[in-house]
Each structure stands twice: as structure tokens, then as C-alpha cells.
């Protein structure tokens, strides 16, 4: 892993009883944009929080750039930047003061900030509100904000801790778009979230984590292909019969078929064709058919099937 | 990078409102009410704020050989009492007893009185504050010359005649006793409540580390991300916490000394230095509970009421119970912060520069040391069990 920028082995977090990280190993690589995907509660910000060395931690050993996290590690802290989950901004200080006093935590030469300030804006779509107060922004503005603080500076890798909760669609696509072109200039990412869609749509590898646990960790592929349910298909039959479900499970990897009120659910565990070779079997047996949906398995399913449970549980 | 951080929590603390209403605007509104309230009785014949009335009663036996004669503390009485001086201390009424003299005490016609006998003077004053500290001064300055006298007397007999003109010559016994220029008893309200308006800069700098500080604020976490010493930062923060807190109470005096027009009775120098002073004590102050307590609601009630209850006991509300806790439990009034500052006000006040006022300005400086070793020695770890 000599590539890798971060490098967490065996991290234990508790906090009394609770074990809120259980041996939790990761690494991520140069470039990458790695989405830390699990509900809430399962120990993401912790994780996040310990790589940032805020928080103590009972157990593991936390590389960054190839060198050890610590609290006055000030050259590693000098190359990253923090989205927290929570806005974090200064209620007094407008736009441009705001992410000009925490760039300036990090660059000091005049120029250089003020160029990297304006940068920030206009990157995060603020240049209109540099006079304005946090109080004056709106929910998604608010959050914008929060993300220039975080990373006007230009840092080499960056942290974003859940940044579109509570954001309208609007800004929340903005944002992640302005992630996107990031990463296209040399910064590696590493985004939490619970939304398994902004995850899927964003991330180029995807660790899944539960109480605390790596419980999955690949491309978004790998892991739907993980699955044994591959493809869902969903169809409409006036008339049911055993015989049908019967026909049904002898067609090439369909693996399961089921009523469900007006429809037959068929789960098929992967091939091609899947949907054509099921339409032919009705449509040569002259069976009446109505709606027909597929559905591609979700990292939700990823979830379900490893943990048992949903993840927006 | 200091210097950054010191102006850009300057401008972000002074932009904060209730900052301006309860460390500038409240003070002033408290001083405009006192000055309602009593403003008149501060001007009004400072004379009677000059003068002590006094009762002397000899219960010197008759077998003394100077018995005739007035005794020599009489006499030093006497000389107090002279109104041909500047400088007159004392009014004295003397009576044959005891009971003459606790009978005009009861009527207030004396603040007090002394009873000499063959062992020793008594002193008799029921109130606390200018009056018995003056009356207690006075004995025990008069035994200081008679022991040294007797002493001289026995050893170097020869020395006594120049002995006796350096003492007689000494007038700073009297001249550190006068009570200044219109002074007032009213003027310790004033004094508690510029002890009151500086430990309110206690706030202050809790929310100054409540930026600053991880486990106090989101923002304290993108602050401790960053790549700075956060014992550098946090001092660049105290220093703007206190440079405007000293300029609320700079604010405040100005107002009271000049708009108000009641005169604090010392320079305006003192002043202002004895404010900066205690706005220093009160934005340690406010450090030290920063440094312990993590609780948003605890960080704004506890830093409250400490400022209530010290400027309470320094006599904000009565003003004599700062003599009665000085009576009672006087270490109470060296560790409290208000006390001390009111302390030191009333002496550059009342006496000018004496030796209890430097006390009281090296107890704060005390005060603010041990506050910020403690809280620096708290504050500067960087991270945490939880947040």
C-alpha cells in the first residue's frame, strides 16, 4: 500500500461500553473519491474524527501521506481539508471574512490567500454573497460556505463529513459537482454519507460500514455483484397459477418467483437476456401479462443482504 | 499568524450583541441608575466625609502622677482635631464614662469612641469601612511612636530630643489619613461595579474558546484541523478578549468620571490601569471555566454568576458587605477577584497610592497568572476522549 494517501489499521473506538469502531482498517488512494457509506450511527463521523486526530482512540495506527496522524502533526494537517457535517462557520464574519480567516489558518502569504479566497467562491458559486452574514444565506448557500471554509486552501486530500444533508437538490448536485472537478485537479476525497444514491453516483470505491465495522468495501459494481440477486423483474398477471411459478423457476438464472398481489416478483442471480427469455415464456404459453419492470440491485440490497437489515434504517 | 487570528477575533467578538449590551451598555446603564439614585449625596458637603466624630473617655487611674494633665493620646487627639490645620481628621467630644459616651454613639452624635485606661486604648466603632479603619489606624500608629520612644529612651537617651523633632516633623501619618478629595462612602457602589463590568469579560472569552476549541463547537474542530499551535492562537484570542473588555471599562469610567460628573476620587490613569487589570482577571477567569467546562449552557451561567456573586460580595448591593466578609472571613476577600479590584480602587480612592493598593494589584496579577497557567496547561491538548 505504498500509494496509499490514508491508511487506518485496526482502529478501536469506544466510548464507555459502546464500541463505536471495531477494528476498522482502510485505505485510500491517491486520486481516489472513497465513499464511507453506512447508516447513521455507525460510526462514520467517530472514524472521520479519529483520522482528523480530534478524537483519541483506544486502538489502531492512523497513517497520512505515509507519515502518523497526531495532534501537531501541522505538516500532514497543513494538506487537508474538513467539510464537518455540521456547518461550521462564524456567525459575526461575513462570506469573504469567513473563508478568508480559515484559509489564512493555513496559507499565510496575502496574495496567494486572497487569490485562493475569491477561488473558493467562485468554485462553491458565492462571489454574489461575499458581503452577506451566515444568517442572511439560505439552508444550501449555508452549506456551500461551509464547504469553501474547507477547502480554500487547496488541500490535497479532503474530508466531507455527510455535506448535503438538509440541502436542496439544486445545491446538493452543485456540490457534488464541485467534488467532482476537485478530484479531477489532484485532490483525493473521502465522503461520508448515508445516501447510497450520492455515493453510488459519486465515488469511484465504496466501503460500507456498520457498529463500527468495514462490512464491505469495493467499486459499486463489485459489490452489486456480490449479490446473488442480480436482476429483479417485475410483471403484471391477471391469472396466477403454481404451474406458472413452476415454468417460471425452470428458465435459465432465475433463481426465485413469487407472487406479490397483482404481479410475479422473478429474482435472477445474473446471465443476460434474463428479461426477453421470461417474455417469451409468457408470450408463448399465451399467458396475459401487463406492466413489466426490471430493477438493477442497489447498494440497499449490498446492505440487506449483508447486515440484514435496511440502510436507511 | 497571531496577529491574523488577534484581529479577526477582535472584529468577530465585537460584532457579537450581546457583548456590546451586557459589557458596554449594561454598566452604564447600572452606573446612570446609581447616580440617580445617590449621585447628589456623593456631592453633597464633602467636609462630613472629612471629619470623623470621635468620643474620648480616660479611665486612667487617679494615682497617676499625670493624671492632671491630659494623657499624651489626648493630646495626639486634640492635635487631630485642630481646625486651624488643613488637614482635620477628627471632631472630638470627650466624656467622663462609658456610658456618656455609648449613649451619644447611640445617637450618632460620635462614629465612635476611644476608652484609654492604665493597659490599654479600647476602640469602640459599630460600622465598618473609612470610619474604624481611620480610628484604628490612629492607635496603632500612636503606639508605633510610643514604643519606639520608650525604646529610645531606655537605650539612647541622648537621641531623644531629635528623635522626638523626625516624629513630631512626620505629618504623612496625617496626610495619609485625610480622606482625599470628596470622597464619598457612596463611591464603593461605583467601585463594585467597575469589579462587576470587568468579570464580565469572563464571557468573553468562553466564547472566544468556544471557537477555538473541538469539543466546544464545529467550529472549534475546523480550528483544531488547521496547522496552528493552539496555545498561540488562544493567546491571540484572550489578548482581542481582553483588549475589549478594557475598552468597555475604559468606556464605562470615561462615562461615570465625565458624563455622570461624579468624581472616582483618584487619577484617571489608576483608574483605567486597575480596570485593565481586573478585565485581565475576569478574561483568565473566563478561560479557566472555559478550560473545565464544556456544557454551552454551563459556559454562560457559570461565568454569570460568578461575576454576580463576586461584585455581590464586593458590595455592589450593600456596601458594607465587603467590611463584613473582611471581618468575618477576610481570605474570602483576597481570592475574590471583585473585592480585590474594589479593594484597590477604594485605597487609590481613599488613600492613594499605599502599600495595600500594590497588594491588591499584585493579587490580581496572581489571580490572572495562576488562571492562565491552569487553563493553558488544560487548553492545550488537542484531542479528546469524546466530542
Given at each position: 500500500?505504498?500509494?496509499?494517501?490514508?491508511?487506518?489499521?485496526?482502529?478501536?473506538?469506544?466510548?464507555?461500553?459502546?464500541?463505536?469502531?471495531?477494528?476498522?482498517?482502510?485505505?485510500?488512494?491517491?486520486?481516489?473519491?472513497?465513499?464511507?457509506?453506512?447508516?447513521?450511527?455507525?460510526?462514520?463521523?467517530?472514524?472521520?474524527?479519529?483520522?482528523?486526530?480530534?478524537?483519541?482512540?483506544?486502538?489502531?495506527?492512523?497513517?497520512?501521506?505515509?507519515?502518523?496522524?497526531?495532534?501537531?502533526?501541522?505538516?500532514?494537517?497543513?494538506?487537508?481539508?474538513?467539510?464537518?457535517?455540521?456547518?461550521?462557520?462564524?456567525?459575526?464574519?461575513?462570506?469573504?471574512?469567513?473563508?478568508?480567516?480559515?484559509?489564512?489558518?493555513?496559507?499565510?502569504?496575502?496574495?496567494?490567500?486572497?487569490?485562493?479566497?475569491?477561488?473558493?467562491?467562485?468554485?462553491?458559486?458565492?462571489?454574489?454573497?461575499?458581503?452577506?452574514?451566515?444568517?442572511?444565506?439560505?439552508?444550501?448557500?449555508?452549506?456551500?460556505?461551509?464547504?469553501?471554509?474547507?477547502?480554500?486552501?487547496?488541500?490535497?486530500?479532503?474530508?466531507?463529513?455527510?455535506?448535503?444533508?438538509?440541502?436542496?437538490?439544486?445545491?446538493?448536485?452543485?456540490?457534488?459537482?464541485?467534488?467532482?472537478?476537485?478530484?479531477?485537479?489532484?485532490?483525493?476525497?473521502?465522503?461520508?454519507?448515508?445516501?447510497?444514491?450520492?455515493?453510488?453516483?459519486?465515488?469511484?470505491?465504496?466501503?460500507?460500514?456498520?457498529?463500527?465495522?468495514?462490512?464491505?468495501?469495493?467499486?459499486?459494481?463489485?459489490?452489486?455483484?456480490?449479490?446473488?440477486?442480480?436482476?429483479?423483474?417485475?410483471?403484471?398477471?391477471?391469472?396466477q397459477s403454481d404451474d406458472i411459478l413452476r415454468a417460471?423457476?425452470?428458465?435459465?438464472?432465475?433463481?426465485?418467483?413469487?407472487?406479490?398481489?397483482?404481479?410475479?416478483?422473478?429474482?435472477?442471480?445474473?446471465?443476460?437476456?434474463?428479461?426477453?427469455?421470461?417474455?417469451?415464456?409468457?408470450?408463448?404459453?399465451?399467458?396475459?401479462?401487463?406492466?413489466?419492470?426490471?430493477?438493477?440491485?442497489?447498494?440497499?440490497?449490498?446492505?440487506?443482504?449483508?447486515?440484514?437489515?435496511?440502510?436507511?434504517? | 499568524?497571531?496577529?491574523?487570528?488577534?484581529?479577526?477575533?477582535?472584529?468577530?467578538?465585537?460584532?457579537?450583541?450581546?457583548?456590546?449590551?451586557?459589557?458596554?451598555?449594561?454598566?452604564?446603564?447600572?452606573?446612570?441608575?446609581?447616580?440617580?439614585?445617590?449621585?447628589?449625596?456623593?456631592?453633597?458637603?464633602?467636609?462630613?466625609?472629612?471629619?470623623?466624630?470621635?468620643?474620648?473617655?480616660?479611665?486612667?487611674?487617679?494615682?497617676?502622677?499625670?493624671?492632671?494633665?491630659?494623657?499624651?493620646?489626648?493630646?495626639?487627639?486634640?492635635?487631630?482635631?485642630?481646625?486651624?490645620?488643613?488637614?482635620?481628621?477628627?471632631?472630638?467630644?470627650?466624656?467622663?464614662?462609658?456610658?456618656?459616651?455609648?449613649?451619644?454613639?447611640?445617637?450618632?452624635?460620635?462614629?465612635?469612641?476611644?476608652?484609654?485606661?492604665?493597659?490599654?486604648?479600647?476602640?469602640?466603632?459599630?460600622?465598618?469601612?473609612?470610619?474604624?479603619?481611620?480610628?484604628?489606624?490612629?492607635?496603632?500608629?500612636?503606639?508605633?511612636?510610643?514604643?519606639?520612644?520608650?525604646?529610645?529612651?531606655?537605650?539612647?537617651?541622648?537621641?531623644?530630643?531629635?528623635?522626638?523633632?523626625?516624629?513630631?516633623?512626620?505629618?504623612?501619618?496625617?496626610?495619609?489619613?485625610?480622606?482625599?478629595?470628596?470622597?464619598?462612602?457612596?463611591?464603593?457602589?461605583?467601585?463594585?461595579?467597575?469589579?462587576?463590568?470587568?468579570?464580565?469579560?469572563?464571557?468573553?472569552?468562553?466564547?472566544?474558546?468556544?471557537?477555538?476549541c473541538a469539543n466546544m463547537s464545529e467550529c472549534g474542530?475546523?480550528?483544531?484541523?488547521?496547522?496552528?499551535?493552539?496555545?498561540?492562537?488562544?493567546?491571540?484570542?484572550?489578548?482581542?478578549?481582553?483588549?475589549?473588555?478594557?475598552?468597555?471599562?475604559?468606556?464605562?469610567?470615561?462615562?461615570?468620571?465625565?458624563?455622570?460628573?461624579?468624581?472616582?476620587?483618584?487619577?484617571?490613569?489608576?483608574?483605567?490601569?486597575?480596570?485593565?487589570?481586573?478585565?485581565?482577571?475576569?478574561?483568565?477567569?473566563?478561560?479557566?471555566?472555559?478550560?473545565?467546562?464544556?456544557?454551552?449552557?454551563?459556559?454562560?451561567?457559570?461565568?454569570?454568576?460568578?461575576?454576580?456573586?463576586?461584585?455581590?460580595?464586593?458590595?455592589?448591593?450593600?456596601?458594607?458587605?465587603?467590611?463584613?466578609?473582611?471581618?468575618?472571613?477576610?481570605?474570602?476577600?483576597?481570592?475574590?477577584?471583585?473585592?480585590?479590584?474594589?479593594?484597590?480602587?477604594?485605597?487609590?480612592?481613599?488613600?492613594?497610592?499605599?502599600?495595600?493598593?500594590?497588594?491588591?494589584?499584585?493579587?490580581?496579577?496572581?489571580?490572572?497568572?495562576?488562571?492562565?497557567?491552569?487553563?493553558?496547561?488544560?487548553?492545550?491538548?488537542?484531542?479528546?476522549?469524546?466530542?
Amino acid at each position: 500500500m505504498s500509494n496509499a494517501i490514508v491508511s487506518i489499521e485496526n482502529l478501536v473506538k469506544r466510548y464507555g461500553e459502546n464500541l463505536a469502531v471495531d477494528h476498522f482498517s482502510l485505505h485510500v488512494e491517491d486520486g481516489e473519491i472513497l465513499g464511507l457509506l453506512g447508516p447513521n450511527g455507525s460510526g462514520k463521523t467517530t472514524t472521520i474524527n479519529c483520522l482528523l486526530s480530534l478524537l483519541q482512540y483506544d486502538k489502531g495506527d492512523i497513517q497520512i501521506f505515509g507519515k502518523p496522524m497526531r495532534p501537531d502533526a501541522y505538516d500532514i494537517k497543513s494538506k487537508i481539508g474538513v467539510v464537518m457535517q455540521n456547518v461550521a462557520v462564524i456567525e459575526t464574519l461575513n462570506v469573504y471574512e469567513n473563508v478568508d480567516f480559515f484559509c489564512g489558518l493555513y496559507i499565510r502569504d496575502k496574495a496567494t490567500r486572497k487569490q485562493y479566497v475569491e477561488e473558493a467562491l467562485e468554485f462553491t458559486g458565492l462571489s454574489d454573497y461575499k458581503k452577506y452574514k451566515p444568517k442572511k444565506l439560505s439552508g444550501g448557500l449555508l452549506r456551500r460556505l461551509n464547504i469553501a471554509c474547507g477547502i480554500a486552501h487547496k488541500p490535497k486530500l479532503v474530508l466531507f463529513d455527510e455535506p448535503t444533508v438538509a440541502v436542496d437538490p439544486q445545491s446538493r448536485n452543485a456540490i457534488l459537482e464541485g467534488i467532482r472537478k476537485m478530484n479531477r485537479e489532484g485532490a483525493t476525497i473521502i465522503y461520508t454519507s448515508h445516501y447510497m444514491e450520492e455515493v453510488e453516483e459519486l465515488c469511484s470505491r465504496i466501503v460500507i460500514m456498520d457498529h463500527g465495522k468495514n462490512v464491505a468495501n469495493g467499486t459499486s459494481s463489485e459489490l452489486k455483484n456480490s449479490l446473488k440477486n442480480r436482476e429483479t423483474i417485475r410483471i403484471t398477471l391477471p391469472n396466477q397459477s403454481d404451474d406458472i411459478l413452476r415454468a417460471l423457476k425452470e428458465i435459465n438464472h432465475v433463481y426465485e418467483a413469487r407472487f406479490e398481489n397483482d404481479d410475479v416478483v422473478i429474482r435472477c442471480d445474473g446471465g443476460e437476456h434474463n428479461l426477453v427469455h421470461i417474455l417469451s415464456y409468457l408470450s408463448d404459453s399465451h399467458i396475459p401479462f401487463g406492466r413489466v419492470i426490471t430493477e438493477q440491485p442497489t447498494l440497499n440490497d449490498v446492505f440487506l443482504e449483508i447486515t440484514g437489515k435496511e440502510l436507511r434504517d | 499568524m497571531f496577529g491574523r487570528i488577534f484581529l479577526y477575533k477582535l472584529k468577530e467578538l465585537i460584532r457579537m450583541k450581546w457583548i456590546i449590551g451586557w459589557n458596554f451598555l449594561f454598566p452604564i446603564v447600572l452606573a446612570t441608575a446609581f447616580a440617580l439614585g445617590f449621585g447628589n449625596l456623593i456631592d453633597d458637603d464633602p467636609i462630613d466625609f472629612h471629619t470623623i466624630p470621635v468620643g474620648y473617655v480616660s479611665e486612667l487611674s487617679a494615682g497617676d502622677a499625670d493624671a492632671s494633665e491630659p494623657s499624651a493620646f489626648l493630646q495626639v487627639l486634640e492635635e487631630l482635631s485642630d481646625d486651624t490645620d488643613d488637614t482635620t481628621v477628627l471632631q472630638l467630644y470627650t466624656y467622663a464614662s462609658e456610658a456618656e459616651a455609648k449613649d451619644a454613639l447611640s445617637t450618632d452624635e460620635i462614629s465612635g469612641y476611644y476608652l484609654e485606661d492604665d493597659e490599654d486604648i479600647h476602640t469602640t466603632v459599630p460600622s465598618n469601612g473609612i470610619t474604624s479603619t481611620t480610628m484604628l489606624q490612629i492607635v496603632k500608629e500612636y503606639k508605633n511612636y510610643k514604643e519606639t520612644l520608650e525604646n529610645i529612651a531606655v537605650d539612647h537617651p541622648e537621641a531623644m530630643a531629635d528623635a522626638l523633632d523626625t516624629l513630631t516633623s512626620d505629618t504623612s501619618f496625617l496626610s495619609q489619613h485625610d480622606f482625599g478629595n470628596d470622597t464619598s462612602p457612596y463611591l464603593q457602589y461605583f467601585y463594585a461595579l467597575l469589579a462587576m463590568a470587568s468579570l464580565y469579560g469572563s464571557w468573553i472569552s468562553t466564547a472566544m474558546l468556544t471557537g477555538m476549541c473541538a469539543n466546544m463547537s464545529e467550529c472549534g474542530k475546523r480550528f483544531e484541523c488547521a496547522p496552528g499551535r493552539k496555545l498561540v492562537a488562544i493567546t491571540a484570542g484572550t489578548l482581542a478578549g481582553l483588549c475589549i473588555q478594557a475598552l468597555a471599562n475604559a468606556v464605562t469610567v470615561l462615562y461615570i468620571q465625565y458624563v455622570l460628573r461624579i468624581d472616582l476620587s483618584a487619577p484617571i490613569g489608576y483608574i483605567i490601569l486597575i480596570t485593565t487589570l481586573g478585565s485581565a482577571v475576569g478574561i483568565s477567569v473566563g478561560n479557566l471555566f472555559g478550560s473545565i467546562l464544556k456544557n454551552p449552557i454551563l459556559l454562560t451561567v457559570v461565568p454569570l454568576s460568578f461575576a454576580m456573586l463576586c461584585s455581590m460580595c464586593s458590595g455592589l448591593m450593600v456596601a458594607t458587605i465587603r467590611q463584613a466578609i473582611e471581618y468575618y472571613a477576610p481570605f474570602f476577600n483576597r481570592i475574590n477577584p471583585g473585592a480585590v479590584m474594589t479593594d484597590a480602587l477604594y485605597h487609590i480612592g481613599y488613600y492613594g497610592t499605599t502599600r495595600t493598593f500594590y497588594i491588591d494589584l499584585m493579587i490580581m496579577g496572581i489571580i490572572i497568572i495562576l488562571n492562565l497557567v491552569i487553563s493553558g496547561v488544560l487548553l492545550r491538548r488537542r484531542n479528546y476522549a469524546s466530542i
